[in-house]
């Protein structure tokens, strides 16, 4: 099969890195490529040429060829971390005076887990499109993330993209996933009888308010899986529901029980994913 590749940009290779209470890597840079490193929970700091900086939970480090960079681990701390090359002179140049830290959350945060399990999908189907579009959504991200696109800084989850996230409804539904909600309840704070409030939400979402917040909540649910460490008890508690309910959810949507699925995410952490034939990650961490 012919390999499909996008031509502004190479990713070489992606992981997700849990890195224990006080570990560290030291200084290194990279020659011919670039690396973007995500936090996802965690703390400690970066240094990245003079710059030093915290790392906290939502941050973002661009790391640019031949910039010497290196982390401290203050508290146990998890990352999605790629490497890639930028091929294309117009994106570098737009790219080239951007801060190399900031905040990743919202939809940019949805999506960067989106592109890493895409690229976990890419062991399993290696003769695929799915490079392609791996590195065509990643550049989308990476340029939307660092050029500073406040608009998709707002939404919290990706399930129903095309909904605005003005929608008020839907926008009360996110805030409160972890509330009981009921139609009378919505009825009565939108003030619209519950078979028209059930009309207006489905003409613009397609679900009615409460199919939504089951699908908002299970999408949330299977993210507190995938990428935290907290109880299962506990998700199912921030996701407002039972954990009999919540564990027969999760073994619909995915086919397996919580404590499953998590375990076989876990599997994969420290995995090297490599997308470029001929690239060597090399690891670096220190204890």
């Known amino acids: ?5 996008d031509s502004q940009l190479q990713l070489l290779w992606t992981a997700r890195i849990d890195y224990a209470e006080g570990s560290r890597v030291d200084a290194h840079q990279h020659a011919d490529y ?3 490193f995500i936090v996802l929970s965690g703390a400690g700091v970066v240094q990245s040429g003079a710059e030093s900086s915290v790392i906290k939970e939502g941050s973002a480090f661009l790391f ?8 401290q681990f203050t508290d146990e701390t998890v990352t999605l971390d790629f490497k890639f ?29 989106q592109w890493y399990k895409m690229s976990l999908q890419r062991l399993k189907y290696p003769d695929s499109v799915l490079p ?8 989308s991200t990476l340029v939307s993330l660092l050029l500073g696109n406040a608009t998709a800084q707002s939404l919290d989850s990706t399930v129903l993209a095309n909904i605005d996230d003005d929608e008020p409804i839907a926008a009360y ?15 009565r704070r939108f003030g619209y009888n519950p078979n028209y409030l059930i009309r207006i939400f489905s003409v613009k979402t397609g679900l009615t308010p409460i199919q939504y917040l089951q699908e908002i909540r299970l999408e949330k649910a299977t993210e507190y899986l995938e990428f935290t460490a907290l109880p299962i008890t506990e998700i199912a508690e921030r996701v407002g529901w039972s954990l009999p309910y919540f564990s027969k959810m999760i073994k619909q949507r995915v086919g397996l029980s919580p404590s499953q699925y998590r375990r076989s995410l876990l599997n994969e952490v420290g995995k090297d994913i490599v997308l470029e034939q001929n690239f060597e990650n090399i690891w670096r961490v220190e204890h």
Do not use: P, W, Y
């Not at 640019?64 to 960079?69: E, P």
């Not at 930028?86 to 959350?105: E, G, K, T």
């Not at 392609?132 to 550049?139: D, P």
């Open 132 to 139: 392609l579009r791996i590195e065509a959504g990643f550049k």
């Open 173 to 187: 539904l996110r805030l409160n996933l972890a509330e009981k909600i009921t139609l009378d309840q919505l009825s």
């Open 85 to 113: 090359r930028l091929l294309d002179q117009a994106i570098l140049d737009a790219l080239m005076n951007v801060q190399a830290c900031c905040l990743c959350q919202g939809t940019h945060l949805s999506e960067i887990k």
């Open 1 to 5: 099969m012919i390999s499909l590749r």
């Open 64 to 71: 640019r060829r031949g910039v010497s960079h290196s982390f």
């Open 34 to 36: 670039e690396q973007l």
